[in-house]
């Protein structure tokens, strides 16, 4: 009888520290994830070139890696630049367009009392935005 009555409790605690578990070693597990999907990938792309070119499987494993970590290359190659570009550009605009976001805040705040309340009081030397990218920034 008591069995039956601490059941559903003991199930719980169970999955409690089941879920405990999993989240203690998530980062362990998503690692082996990504290893079982590179390995399956490896195998796939192995086979097709161990059948379409006749080279042994040691060859075809090598000749696997090799294309993938060229095709990285290349993949960067491609995405690296525009985007170091386009950060050096957001780099160059981020300190105008802050004072654009400043005033917008301040004439904000002085057509709008619950603006203004939500925003708070301003203490000389501190902005709008400063002290939001304080908060956001930790």
Request: charged content about 10%.
């Amino acid at each position: 009888m008591a069995r039956v009555r601490y059941g559903g409790l003991l199930t719980a605690i169970f999955a409690a520290l089941v879920l405990l578990f999993l989240y203690s070693v998530a980062e362990i597990l998503l690692l082996l994830f990504i290893a079982v999907l590179f390995g399956l990938y490896l195998g796939a792309a192995t086979d097709s070139l161990q059948r379409w070119v006749g080279a042994p499987r040691g060859i075809a494993l090598a000749s696997a890696v090799l294309l993938t970590l060229l095709g990285g290359v290349g993949i960067a190659y491609l995405v690296v630049p525009p985007v170091a570009e386009q950060s050096e550009e957001l780099v160059q605009a981020l300190p105008a367009q802050l004072v654009r976001w400043e005033a917008q805040l301040l004439a904000l705040a002085a057509k709008s009392p619950v603006a203004a309340q939500i925003l708070g009081p301003l203490r000389e030397g501190e902005s709008y935005v400063g002290t939001i990218v304080q908060q956001v920034g930790g």
